[in-house]
């Protein structure tokens, strides 16, 4: 049975990694609010980019883009997004597990692996897997030369034939205690079919130009939405995780104390004891 010194320490030990995972879990919480308003602040644009591309297309003005075209099933890029960070839950064990259901079912090797975060990064190193480019730093917040980077990297790969898809893996934000895993298509782009019974648009200079201006500022846009989204559910994961985490150590901290009370009440009844029997052999 541990010692009354034993089960203080323990008390103390305990004390000490509640205040670390609070403190985490206000962290958390401050940076999910932030990830909150980056993420809101995008979609309205991301919506009235694609509305634009969508009645282009529907009005038939579209005309033939590289970034439209529907290619036999072949080669794809998988992007999956994770965090740099551990102490979020099952974050980034839900993702690499959707990541190695998406792989099996397209085989390995028509696939061409691009991991965002050092956490998915290190998971799929340590299994053998060669990436596209250098992996890629998840950060704390997106970074623009990050969304860019990403961008242009799906763009070349597509543009440039080694692959026919652009794929990410990503965890999207639904609430704070709400998240789900997505797989989105982000090349080809993807637009609403030509209604011949539509009015058509008038393009100036003319539709290849704003083509070429608008798909991959869309590619972008899209790129920018996953990476806001997944980050804001990075937050929201890490702080239920470390409020989980405060409550067991309070739990914990209960437990031992009631321990500690029975132990030291024993101590004190035996020491009660003790005297009795000393002051009845003197009698």
């Keep these: 049975m541990a010692t009354l010194k034993q089960i203080r320490r323990r008390i103390r030990s305990v004390q000490s990694t509640r205040q670390i995972t609070k403190a985490m879990e206000m962290v958390a919480a401050a940076k999910l609010r932030k990830a909150q308003v980056r993420a809101a602040a995008v979609e309205p644009y991301a919506l009235a980019l694609r509305e634009a591309l969508d009645r282009l297309s529907a009005?038939?003005?579209?005309?033939?883009?590289?970034?439209?075209?529907?290619?036999?099933?072949?080669?794809?890029?998988?992007?999956?997004?994770?965090?740099?960070?551990?102490?979020?839950?099952?974050?980034?064990?839900?993702?690499?597990?959707?990541?190695?259901?998406?792989?099996?079912?397209?085989?390995?090797?028509?696939?061409?692996?691009?991991?965002?975060?050092?956490?998915?990064?290190?998971?799929f190193a340590y299994r053998g897997w060669d990436f596209a480019d250098a992996a890629v730093a998840a950060g704390d917040q997106v970074d623009p030369a990050t969304v860019g980077r990403l961008t242009r990297l799906g763009l070349d790969h597509f543009l440039g034939g080694e692959v026919d898809r652009v794929e990410f893996i990503y965890t999207r934000f639904l609430t704070t205690a709400r998240r789900a895993l997505e797989t989105e298509t982000v090349v080809p782009v993807a637009l609403a079919e030509p209604d011949p019974a539509g009015a058509p648009y008038l393009c100036e200079p003319d539709a290849a130009r704003v083509l070429a201006a608008l798909l991959p500022r869309h590619v972008e846009t899209r790129v920018l939405a996953i990476l806001t989204s997944s980050f804001a559910a990075e937050h929201s994961a890490r702080m239920l995780a470390m409020g989980n985490a405060t409550r067991n150590a309070d739990e914990v901290m209960t437990e031992l104390t009631l321990k500690a009370n029975k132990?030291?009440?024993?101590?004190?009844?035996?020491?009660?004891?003790?005297?009795?029997?000393?002051?009845?052999?003197?009698?």
């Excluded at 009005?59 to 102490?87: A, F, I, K, N, Q």
């Excluded at 132990?263 to 009698?283: D, M, P, S, Y």
């Design 59 to 123: 009005s038939g003005s579209l005309g033939g883009h590289p970034l439209l075209e529907r290619r036999p099933e072949g080669r794809t890029l998988l992007c999956v997004v994770g965090s740099d960070r551990g102490l979020c839950g099952g974050f980034n064990a839900g993702v690499t597990r959707l990541a190695e259901q998406r792989l099996a079912a397209l085989g390995p090797q028509r696939v061409r692996l691009q991991p965002v975060g050092g956490r998915v990064a290190r998971y």
């Design 263 to 283: 132990v030291r009440q024993a101590v004190i009844t035996k020491e009660l004891l003790e005297i009795v029997g000393g002051a009845e052999g003197l009698a």
